[in-house]
């Protein structure tokens, strides 16, 4: 089946640091320790295990996985970190001690091409490992230079070379506040990635520094969250989204399959995550976190305070598709009654031709959690991915302060300094209108078709 293996590609910083997150989580699921050595109480079909990893000459399970880099601190992270025995020298691929000094140009131009063919390479061992077209999973920040330039050089290249594969990516955005911001060029390099990679990627599930940073906060009560925090509220959205590709369960299903069917549209493809329960682990069985109702869960999924990406309007947006994924020992029953309930109350509000509405995946096997999580621990989860036109918002923070900076043409010099033309910028905030348009036309054209249907009945 086409997609039902998958090569997840982690780029810069921050996409490498989600792997490794991911990754953790993944091999306390599938029972494999840190060497790659498959337990001997591990309950997993070949087949499935084949979806994601792949068993070396010496019996071993080895990601199917790429971690690139244009500078070798991260890189060298994993090389050395605690699950370094998990993956081999070929799935690294770093440069020397120049970086892209958060410049979306030098990650796609200048400092970009000269690592390009290596990246390429170790994307094509990992492809040539595979039964049959793989789909790829592509992690990374769209702030960055390296995460937004470089990974959208890498994408023309995966797409032009394997054309017929489903490329789902996982990208931060620069967050709305600039307190959490990393670098005063981000809108720049956000805007100018949206476009390089519209038609490379077939979807787009996004998050937001400050979002995560309100969940860590309110939910975790961490005081200070560290990027750490977020990589792991992150990565425990991410195998919840991917447990149907990876694990036995009421839905067996294909990368391809899983996301088309939340996208009615094209171009309308950018996606929202949420998950259901996270709470403090507080330490004691006698104070722990209070076990949470599957109806209880599927509120949480749907309310603004738990999505992984800022919205202030988020109860007035609208779904044009949501798929729950229930982990755990759930009943089928009450998970209906719960969906039935919370489209009565009115919390969830779905595009009036929307066929479907929410599609639901239940898989018995519960969720790992990372050993030094602050999360507690739960044996029933509910993650959600949606596509909800409350993203929007999303993009028109961003194109204000593009607009912000360009009025100015501040910063522009550094990107044409790299080979960059001007008109690229433009391209790019023109596009980033378009984008905006098209949710606006959503909105209007279902509101316009709920009042003709009121009209007439």
């Known amino acids: 089946m086409s997609g039902s293996q998958c090569i997840s590609i982690h780029v810069g910083q921050t996409g490498i640091q989600i792997g ?25 079909s070949a ?23 244009l500078g070798p601190t991260a890189v060298d992270e994993v090389r050395t970190g605690e699950y370094s025995g998990l993956f081999g020298e070929d799935q690294f691929v770093s440069g020397g001690l120049e970086d892209t000094g958060g410049n979306f140009a030098r990650g796609n131009v200048t400092l970009g091409e000269e690592h390009r063919d290596a990246a390429v390479d170790a994307i094509k061992q990992q492809v040539e490992g595979c039964d049959s077209q793989p789909g790829f999973l592509v992690f990374n920040s769209w702030g960055g230079g390296t995460g937004s330039g470089y990974t ?41 990635a ?85 709470q403090r682990d507080t330490g004691s069985v006698s ?37 729950m994924m229930f982990r755990g020992n759930f009943e089928t029953g009450v998970i209906n009654d719960g969906l039935k309930s919370i489209r009565r109350s009115g919390l969830v509000q779905f595009v009036e031709w929307c066929p479907t509405g929410f599609n639901t995946e239940l898989l018995k096997q519960p969720p790992a959690f990372h050993r030094n999580s602050n999360m507690a621990r739960s044996d029933q989860v509910v993650c959600a991915l949606s596509n909800n036109t409350a993203i929007s918002e999303s993009f028109k923070r961003l194109g204000k302060k593009v607009s912000k900076l360009y009025s100015r043409r501040a910063f522009v010099w550094w990107f044409m300094e790299e080979g960059f033309e001007e008109g690229e910028i433009q391209d790019g905030m023109e596009n980033l209108k378009y984008l905006q348009e098209d949710y606006k036309e959503m909105v209007e054209d279902s509101d316009s078709n709920e009042e003709n249907y009121s009209e007439e009945y």
Not at 20 to 44: F, K, M, P, V
Not at 52 to 68: C, H, I, K
Not at 312 to 320: G, L, T
């Open 20 to 44: 490794s997150s991911c990754w953790e989580l993944y091999c306390l699921e599938h029972g494999i320790e840190q060497d790659g050595t498959l337990r001997n109480d591990a309950e997993e």
């Open 152 to 192: 959208s050089l890498l994408l023309e290249h995966v797409r032009m070379s394997y054309r017929k594969a489903t490329i789902v990516q996982f990208a931060v955005l620069p967050s709305p506040s600039n307190s959490v911001a990393c670098s005063a060029m981000e809108p720049y390099n956000a805007v100018l």
């Open 194 to 278: 949206i476009t390089a990679t519209l038609d490379e990627a077939d979807h787009f599930v996004l998050f937001d520094n400050q979002a995560l940073e309100a969940i860590c906060r309110a939910k975790l009560l961490i005081d200070e969250p560290t990027y750490s925090d977020f990589n792991q509220v992150i990565s425990q959205a991410v195998t919840s989204v991917t447990s149907s590709l990876r694990l036995d369960g009421s839905n067996d299903t294909n990368l391809k399959t899983k996301f088309d069917n939340l996208c009615p549209y094209d171009k309308l493809k950018y996606l929202m995550s949420s998950y259901s329960p996270l």
């Open 287 to 323: 104070s722990g976190a209070r076990k949470k109702s599957t109806r209880d869960m599927i509120t949480d999924c749907c309310s603004a305070d738990s999505q992984m990406i800022t919205s202030e309007h988020f109860r007035d947006a609208k779904y044009m598709g949501v798929n």
């Open 47 to 69: 087949a499935l295990l084949s979806r994601f990893f792949d068993e070396n000459s010496r019996g071993r399970q080895r990601p199917r996985a790429v971690f690139l880099d």
